[in-house]
C-alpha cells in the first residue's frame, strides 16, 4: 500500500510526504506515545482517554510548523507513524482547525 500523508498548518505551510509500505501499528503507537510525552501535550477529553486521532493532532501542533520545515526526518516519521496508526492510504492533518480527513 502507498500512503500520502499532508501536514497543513494553514495556506502555503503544508508539508506533504508519499511512501511505500508502513511500519508496525504498535511501533507507532511507541513512537507517538513518547513525542506526546516530550512535547509535553495537553489534550482536553471528557473520557479521559486519549484517542489515536488526539495524539496525532496534539504532536502536529506541539512540535509546530518549524520542526516540519527544519526537521525532515522526524516529519518523515510522523507521516509513517500517523499512517500506521490510521491505516488509511490518504490522510490530511489540518493541525489549524484540528482535524483529520481521510
Known amino acids: ?3 500520502h500523508v499532508i501536514v497543513s498548518f494553514g495556506k502555503d505551510k ?10 508496525a501499528p504498535e511501533e507507532a503507537r511507541k513512537w507517538f506515545d513518547h513525542e506526546f510525552t516530550v512535547l509535553e ?3 482536553a477529553t471528557p ?5 489515536a486521532v488526539d ?6 501542533k ?5 520542526r516540519f520545515q527544519n526537521q525532515p526526518t522526524w516529519a518523515q516519521q510522523f507521516a ?4 500506521a496508526l490510521l491505516g488509511r492510504e490518504l490522510i490530511r492533518i489540518d493541525v489549524e482547525h484540528y482535524s483529520i480527513g481521510y
Open 62 to 66: 506541539y512540535a509546530g510548523d518549524a
Open 41 to 43: 501535550c495537553d489534550v
Open 80 to 83: 509513517k507513524y500517523t499512517a
Open 47 to 51: 473520557t479521559g482517554k486519549i484517542l
Open 1 to 3: 500500500m502507498h500512503h
Open 55 to 60: 495524539r496525532i493532532l496534539s504532536v502536529a
Open 14 to 23: 503544508e508539508y506533504e510526504f508519499k511512501f511505500p509500505g508502513g511500519v
